[in-house]
């Protein structure tokens, strides 16, 4: 019998979702957000190997409705490929004016084809119901731990948690989204200026 594992396991909302399908009914840009969004994530999907042969050394991603779960091996490779899966998810989804919250954590998850279930996957959630309050992407204490360990192995993991993690005045480690966008904007053309700013509005929109 198949036993859990002990994976990376993240547990991804996306905000808003729920009421976009709503408005595409009546809506023609709500139904192209709609259709854009979905077709973001299946193509990130596509990218991941699903074969039972290769599922346990790679990360995996089922998304079902408004929510992704995704998982990786306890290791350092595989745990930032989950972290900037969800960076990349990120930046194609809030161009249509959609923005995510979520959980990562390490624990005792189960993953075959396009089945993922676990105690990993009920902490991931509850942390994302209890503790995230904004749109960001945020750390368990012990997934941070970790991603601490593999930062102290290496100094490229150490630059990777440096850069993409930072911790907000409530003490959650969370995952800095715009990391990428702050680099374009070392050298920036109108274009790239009028992107970040339309990104950063959005957030902030969705937290006032």
């Excluded at 905000?15 to 709609?34: A, P």
């Excluded at 930032?80 to 969800?86: A, C, E, M, P, R």
Aim: include cysteine; proline fraction near 4%.
């Amino acid at each position: 019998m198949t036993q859990y594992e002990t994976m990376c396991v993240a547990f991804v909302d996306i905000l808003g979702f729920s009421e976009r399908i709503r408005e595409s009914e009546s809506d023609d840009q709500s139904f192209v957000r709609v259709v854009s969004a979905l077709t973001e994530i299946e193509m990130q999907a596509e990218g991941l190997p699903n074969q039972p042969g290769e599922i346990h050394d790679s990360i995996h991603m089922v998304n079902f409705s408004d929510s992704l779960i995704i998982s990786a091996p306890v290791n350092p490779k595989s745990f930032w490929k989950l972290v900037l899966t969800i960076s990349k998810i990120f930046s194609k989804l809030v161009g249509n004016g959609v923005l995510l919250r979520g959980a990562i954590t390490v624990g005792p998850h189960y993953r075959r084809d396009r089945v993922a279930f676990g105690p990993s996957v009920i902490e991931a959630y509850r942390l994302e119901q209890e503790s995230c309050v904004w749109p960001r992407v945020m750390l368990s204490k012990n997934a941070n731990n970790y991603a601490q360990k593999f930062a102290k192995k290496d100094v490229i993991y150490e630059k990777y948690y440096r850069n993409y993690f930072k911790q907000h005045e409530d003490g959650v480690v969370y995952l800095d989204y715009f990391i990428d966008y702050r680099r374009i904007m070392n050298d920036p053309d109108d274009d790239d200026i009028k992107l970040y700013e339309g990104k950063m509005n959005l957030v902030k929109a969705s937290i006032e």
